[in-house]
T-cell receptor, first 112, second 114 residues
Framework: QQPVQSPQAVILREGEDAVINCSSSKALYSVHWYRQKHGEAPVFLMILLKGGEQKGHEKISASFNEKKQQSSLYLTASQLSYSGTYFCGTDQFRGGADGLTFGKGTHLIIQP | DTEVTQTPKHLVMGMTNKKSLKCEQHMGHRAMYWYKQKAKKPPELMFVYSYEKLSINESVPSRFSPECPNSSLLNLHLHALQPEDSALYLC?????????????FGDGTRLSIL
């Protein structure tokens, strides 16, 4: 089951904040966040595991609410380098040998 | 540059051709993945190898045949592909296969079927 991401696209000025949401209708064991720039490979940002944790990576952080089956990615004081498409990936298998099911992505454009 | 190397970067082939995509990693990872990505779409999981054994096949047509000859290498053999198979094929690896493992992606092979 594909997770649902919102918004589909965001246009920001440098220094502004953004929130990207990811939700699922099924129970989640983990949520992964990746960023992909045009013509490049997806780059791993962070993993959120069951337990409602919040993690941070420079000015990018995320939360995971397993009861609501939702995760949010927070980009603070956005930089030009943050532009790209952000995907959440969910693992709905039971922690065995898994792959990820990705949401449709959120296209983020940062303008100077 | 990524630590997962995919070759070739671009491939154009006819529907009757046989070709192979190659993926290599030297990070000691024991799980490797193939994803297919169409333009402006998310990557879609095709296959998962765990300790050189195929553990997930997401109902991929038999014209795609994966192979994992050793822990560092992953191949995808292609035969009699259709135009709709044109896409970016991404390889990824993780330390082991599990929900708490980040996946490292290669730059992909852009495949065009004539």
């Amino acid at each position: 089951q594909q997770p649902v991401q919102s918004p589909q696209a965001v246009i920001l000025r440098e220094g502004e904040d953004a929130v990207i949401n990811c939700s699922s209708s099924k129970a989640l064991y983990s949520v992964h966040w990746y960023r992909q720039k045009h013509g490049e490979a997806p780059v791993f940002l962070m993993i959120l595991l069951k337990g409602g944790e919040q993690k941070g990576h420079e000015k990018i952080s995320a939360s995971f609410n397993e009861k609501k089956q939702q995760s949010s990615l927070y980009l603070t004081a956005s930089q030009l380098s943050y532009s790209g498409t952000y995907f959440c990936g969910t693992d709905q298998f039971r922690g065995g040998a898994d792959g990820l099911t990705f949401g449709k992505g959120t296209h983020l454009i940062i303008q100077p | 540059d990524t630590e997962v190397t995919q070759t070739p970067k671009h491939l154009v082939m006819g529907m009757t051709n046989k070709k192979s995509l190659k993926c290599e990693q030297h990070m000691g990872h024991r799980a490797m993945y193939w994803y297919k990505q169409k333009a402006k779409k998310p990557p879609e999981l095709m296959f998962v190898y765990s300790y050189e054994k195929l553990s997930i096949n997401e109902s991929v047509p038999s014209r795609f045949s994966p192979e994992c000859p050793n822990s560092s290498l992953l191949n995808l053999h292609l035969h009699a592909l259709q135009p709709e198979d044109s896409a970016l094929y991404l390889c990824a690896s993780s330390q082991v296969a599990g929900s708490n493992q980040p996946q490292h992606f290669g730059d992909g092979t852009r495949l065009s079927i004539l």
